[in-house]
């Protein structure tokens, strides 16, 4: 039924369905302009709510990997990436601030991670990998086999932003830290033009490519940019198209798919990120209030993105809150787009084929919506997805849209992302812009042991 709906050339408007594809006028002053007051959630965590933290928290526990303190990102699958390490870290803040853990154990966990990641094998000596085993810290693919895959500097981009909100928690871990991340080749992640760069290997040739969308991208750089790294070209939101659903303008990745070979899915989790993480400011924004925002232009995109969730509920009665997420069978992940390949509402995988019937009312998304915006729609979601757990292993992925069955897949990204919703409630936004001297910067303006290897030069 959804198919009826693809917009064929850029002038056509659908009123059936409330979609106009407009291209590029006047997008990014039409969102700014729809930006409302938003008043999220903030305060100590309820009875209910530090049990449902301590659900999320069993995942952890259950997924740790004794030999080397790593957890699985997927429940009982051995392997893990840079974004499956953030998320794990997340969780670990999450829960010593809630008092799950001693300090004690969340130095030995802490501990742990940073002795992998400063001894972790890379990618061909430049990078992360993109896939490591849980059970023995080396390199995979996907299905476990070792072996050197190439990176993601998405997920790397991801970790760093994970990393700075560790450092600012926990100050006396800075020095490992960067000695981790000073042993990365940054020329091979950040062209000089400013775009974000992964790897793979075709016929055991390793191959760079651009990497990211419009979202994705403008998050994942500010991680590079606390490294005084700027990627000029993955933080401007240029080239973009416009498309509008029930009068709310939303934009999406302008690159023509047939030729940067781009899947360009709108969808909630980076604008996500970006309100629990830094609310929706640049990096060096030190305001302490969450109801301004130092970048105007991400926080509407944000506004745009769960109001246009909000007002399918008003209109068409559809519970809605869209990520990405892992199901139990073949495609095993997938899309849950608010727009992609012409369409709104659809899923798709990552080779671009359509799967309607595996559309989730995400709980992760649910949870992070309902602490970024206090309203009766989001309490209504909260009402939705929480009993959508199992007591001893943690939360689900999500409820199916057709039929309200619970998809039982159960992920540390959700996880981490319920414990990263109730962490932002109780602390506001996570990342703090730094404030004194760091090992890095001892580096940065050593003339003769500064790291290179594209990090910013203080000497001449």
């Given at each position: 039924m959804l198919k009826q709906w693809i917009i064929l050339t850029l002038a056509v408007s659908i009123t059936a369905c409330g979609v106009v594809y407009r291209g590029v006028s006047d997008g990014v002053s039409s969102?700014?302009?729809?930006?409302?007051?938003?008043?999220?959630?903030?305060?100590?965590?309820?009875?209910?709510?530090?049990?449902?933290?301590q659900i999320a928290w069993k995942y952890v526990e259950n997924n740790t990997e004794l030999n080397t303190g790593l957890v699985n990102s997927l429940d009982k699958y051995p392997t893990t990436n840079m974004s499956g390490i953030a998320d794990y870290l997340i969780a670990l803040l999450a829960a010593r601030e809630f008092e799950f853990i001693?300090?004690?154990?969340?130095?030995?966990?802490?501990?742990?991670?940073?002795?992998?990641?400063?001894?972790?094998?890379?990618?061909?000596g430049h990078a992360p990998n993109?896939?490591?085993s849980t059970q023995t810290a080396k390199m995979t693919d996907y299905s476990g086999k070792p072996t050197d895959i190439g990176w993601s500097s998405l997920d790397i981009g991801r970790l760093l932003i994970v990393l700075a909100i560790v450092k600012r928690h926990s100050p006396e871990f800075s020095e490992y830290i960067d000695k981790a991340v000073l042993r990365w080749n940054f020329c091979e992640l950040v062209s000089f033009d400013g775009e974000l760069y992964g790897s793979s290997l075709n016929e055991n040739t390793l191959t760079r490519y651009k990497e990211g969308r419009l979202g994705i991208e403008e998050y994942t750089s500010y991680g590079y940019l606390d490294w005084s790294l700027i990627p000029d070209k993955a933080m401007n939101i240029e080239p973009y198209d416009v498309a509008t659903i029930y009068n709310i303008d939303l934009l999406f990745d302008g690159r023509d798919p047939r030729i940067f070979n781009v899947l360009r899915p709108v969808y909630s989790t980076p604008y996500l990120w970006m309100g629990l993480e830094f609310n929706w400011d640049q990096v060096g924004d030190v305001s302490s209030s969450d109801a301004v925002h130092s970048n105007n232009t991400l926080a509407a995109m944000a506004d745009a993105i769960?109001?246009?969730?909000?007002?399918?509920?008003?209109?068409?009665?559809?519970y809605t809150a869209r990520g990405e997420h892992v199901v139990s069978k073949d495609p095993y992940f997938v899309y849950d787009a608010i727009y992609a390949l012409g369409t709104?509402?659809?899923?798709?995988?990552?080779?671009?084929?359509?799967?309607?019937?595996?559309?989730?009312v995400s709980t992760r998304v649910a949870f992070q919506?309902?602490?970024?915006?206090?309203?009766?729609?989001?309490?209504?979601l909260m009402t939705l997805v929480k009993e959508l757990y199992d007591p001893k292993r943690g939360w689900y992925e999500g409820r199916y849209e057709l039929t309200s069955a619970y998809e039982k897949s159960i992920s540390l990204k959700t996880n981490s992302g319920v414990?990263?919703?109730?962490?932002?409630?109780?602390?506001?936004?996570l990342y703090k812009a730094?404030?004194?001297?760091?090992?890095?910067?001892?580096?940065?303006?050593?003339r003769f042991d500064h790291p290179r290897k594209c990090l910013v030069e203080t000497f001449r």
């Open positions: 969102i700014n302009q729809s930006q409302y007051i938003r008043q999220g959630r903030y305060g100590e965590l309820t009875e209910e709510e530090l049990g449902w933290a001693p300090n004690k154990q969340y130095d030995e966990r802490l501990t742990l991670v940073l002795t992998f990641l400063n001894e972790m094998d890379l990618s061909y993109k896939v490591y769960y109001q246009v969730q909000e007002e399918r509920w008003n209109r068409e009665r559809i709104p509402w659809i899923t798709v995988a990552e080779d671009g084929a359509s799967y309607d019937e595996l559309a989730l919506m309902w602490a970024l915006w206090k309203t009766d729609y989001t309490d209504r414990l990263e919703a109730l962490l932002y409630k109780q602390n506001g936004k730094r404030d004194e001297k760091e090992y890095r910067d001892v580096k940065f303006n050593s």
